[in-house]
């Protein structure tokens, strides 16, 4: 191991230590609920998308029943979303996907997540690695912004940041490393104040010294 594999490692323990429990705070059922979860969570919080789902899930449970809903119909749903409409375009693009050429099945592979539409990489890891255990390490701007205060990554994109925290873990930790990173973000690493006293991460990082 290099020294750079040692201290991710020693890092990723103290974001552990913190955040044990950390998981997906999106609520979902199955591999669909989650995918839809995940598209309307862009620029959205988990919070507000929790709100709409028990609804929009009992309208639609599926990708027929949701392919099947009336546009004005999915879009009143998801209302107090923020992009509704556009997201609304393609949940009901997606789910007709789904249904057309996945025989109603959210498919397992990188390649095909990426053809649904309103599927992006991150969208697309999230569904890999949360819902089918797929090892995946999806960068969201909590993710990126921690990773690089820690010396992760010098990158700015989600793409390259994802390729540096890939070839820095072992694939069997990037789940919980991607749940524990966006935690971290989100309670401590906040983007204007981080909490750095109280935080366990402190002596591996310049940044909070
Ligand atoms: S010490 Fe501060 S900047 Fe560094 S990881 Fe902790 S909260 Fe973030």
Redo the contacts with the bound molecule.
């Keep these: 191991m290099s020294d750079k594999t040692d201290r991710a490692a020693a890092v990723m323990a103290a974001l552990a230590a913190m955040y044990p429990d950390a998981r997906c705070e999106l609520d979902f059922a199955d591999p669909f609920q989650l995918l839809v979860a995940t598209i309307l969570s862009a620029q959205s919080t988990d919070v507000l998308v929790n709100k709409v789902t028990p609804k929009l899930f009992a309208l639609a449970a599926d990708p027929a029943a949701m392919a099947a809903l009336a546009p004005e119909t999915l879009e009143n749903a998801i209302r107090s979303i923020g992009l509704y409409r556009n997201k609304s375009k393609n949940i009901a693009a997606t789910a007709a996907m789904l249904v057309r050429d996945f025989g109603g099945q959210v498919p397992r592979t990188m390649e095909e997540l990426r053809r649904l539409p309103g599927v992006g990489r991150k969208t697309a890891n999230v569904v890999l690695g949360v819902a089918f255990r797929i090892p995946a390490l999806p960068v969201d701007t909590h993710v990126l912004r ?1 990773a690089r ?2 010396e992760f990554t010098g990158a700015d994109t989600p793409d390259k940041v994802e390729e540096d925290l890939t070839a820095l873990l072992p694939p069997a930790t990037w789940i919980d490393a991607h749940h524990r990173l966006i935690w ?1 973000g989100r309670r ?3 983007a204007r104040k ?3 006293p ?5 002596l ?2 310049s ?3």
Excluded: E
């Excluded at 109280?198 to 402190?202: A, K, Q, T």
């Design positions: 921690v205060r820690l971290h401590r690493c906040k981080p909490l750095c109280d935080c366990g991460c402190r591996f990082c940044y909070g010294k």
